[in-house]
């Protein structure tokens, strides 16, 4: 298994936007103001990811009480023929957002959706035996993959990362992270900006974003994802 480890904390900031013209205009700005990720392409890159929540939906039930302190375990990749996969632990301590991760083979991330953790034992890194004794306390279970195509522009100044999340789909029906031909359903007709900076956000970028007039909001991806379990 692979052992580096990356870890970021930065404050977020969330938008939903419904309107086109209001998302063509801000990926305009935004490719004029900011410095392309250089994986966006013409409509974005693919980032699929695999939620894992307790028995209980613990996890779950945080975000929905809105909770200072909670967290997500998830498996991401972006590319259905990709031989890795991120193993993310997200936790959110007030307005900032901790993320560690570590890159692991696809054989054991397939291992973990199929509910054998013990594949995190074979390293002594210290992230990896993390994420396990929470999903062998909380009894884990895999529970929805979610996919979107992404925008991402940056600037190095505050570490400030800002994407643009579209066609977000989702399943509780396959945990085939790796899948070809995945069954997905949309949960989402808009889009989800989101503004990650460290510090604070400088004002230039500020104004890049402020036209689209909207109030930040808590939307989750996950949460969207579990419609049908949860009503």
Known sequence: MLITVLEVLRTEKKYEINSLHSVQKLKCVLSAGLKADPHNGENGYMVRSLYFDSLFD?????KESGLERRKKIRLRIYDSEAQ???LE???KRGQSQLKRSLAIPKVQAQKLAA???NVLRETDNKLAREIFFLMQEGLYRPK???EYKRLAYTLAENDTRITIDSR????????DLFSKNLYLY???QGIVLE???NCFLLDYVKDLVNFINKEETSVSKYILARKISRY
């Open 58 to 62: 613990d996890d779950y039930a945080d």
């Open 84 to 86: 890795t996969a991120k």
């Open 89 to 91: 632990l997200k936790e």
């Open 115 to 117: 509910g054998d953790y």
């Open 144 to 146: 929805a993959i979610v």
């Open 168 to 175: 977000l789909s989702a399943t509780e029906a396959s945990f």
């Open 186 to 188: 949309p949960i989402m």
């Open 195 to 197: 503004v990650k900076y």
